[in-house]
């Protein structure tokens, strides 16, 4: 497969990825390790009633964080759920 194949493959992937969280009836929201807001879908938009772009401010002025995810928590997770 040469670059140029390469390159279209993941523009591809990624049209798809898009296309699956905005139709997505569920709420998808993605934080990095500094607890940004990178994804807030549609879903999100609507369960919150805020939009993407005021999501970060939103969040900020409630004081949520979320608990990082380690891979030691999602190992003792992954366990007490089987």
Known sequence: MNQQDWSREVLE???RLEGI???AMDAII????????I????AAE???G???NEAQ???SSVSLRLPRA???AMAKEASAAS
């Open 46 to 48: 609507e369960m919150f």
């Open 13 to 15: 992937a990624n049209r």
């Open 50 to 52: 805020v939009s993407s």
């Open 70 to 72: 380690t891979p030691a």
């Open 21 to 23: 969280v905005t139709s």
């Open 57 to 59: 401010s939103f969040f």
């Open 30 to 37: 993605t934080i990095d390790e500094q607890q940004h807001i």
């Open 39 to 42: 994804l807030f879908n549609p």
